[in-house]
C-alpha cells in the first residue's frame, strides 16, 4: 500500500555533498517518523538519521554536524543532506517510514565518496 523511491545517489569526492530524497505514495494519511539508513558490506543496517511529525531529530555520531534531515510539512518527502562527505560513508542508503504499527522500507540508493 505503501511505496517509498529513493533518489539522488551518486559518486562524489571527499568533502562534497549530496541530497538524497525519499518520496512516498500510496495509501497514506500520516507518517509519523522517516529515516534514512545504511548498510555497508558484510554490516546490519544501522540507522543515520531520523525524523518524527513532531520535528524531532535523532542522527548517529558519525554523521552529527555533517548530515541533516528534513521533511515536507506533508511528510511525503524526506531529505537528506550530506555535507563534508568522507569515503567511509560509501555504502547503499536506504529510507524507511513508519506509520502506526506499520514499517516500509525502500529499495536503496548508492552513495560512493572518492578520496
Known amino acids: 500500500q505503501v511505496q517509498l523511491v529513493e533518489s539522488g545517489g551518486g559518486l562524489v569526492q571527499a568533502g562534497g555533498s549530496l541530497r538524497l530524497s525519499c518520496a512516498a505514495s500510496?495509501?497514506?494519511?500520516?507518517?509519523?517518523?522517516l529515516g534514512w539508513y545504511r548498510q555497508a558490506p558484510g554490516k546490519q543496517r544501522e540507522l543515520v538519521a531520523a525524523?518524527?511529525?513532531?520535528?524531532?531529530?535523532n542522527y548517529a555520531d558519525s554523521v552529527k554536524g555533517r548530515f541533516t534531515i528534513s521533511s515536507t510539512n506533508a511528510k511525503n518527502t524526506v531529505y537528506l543532506q550530506m555535507n563534508s562527505l568522507k569515503p567511509e560513508d560509501t555504502t547503499v542508503y536506504y529510507c524507511?517510514?513508519?506509520?502506526?504499527?506499520?514499517?516500509?522500507w525502500g529499495q536503496g540508493t548508492q552513495v560512493t565518496v572518492s578520496s
Open positions: 500510496g495509501d497514506i494519511v500520516s507518517i509519523d517518523t
Open positions: 525524523i518524527t511529525s513532531g520535528g524531532r531529530t
Open positions: 524507511r517510514a513508519f506509520i502506526g504499527s506499520y514499517a516500509y
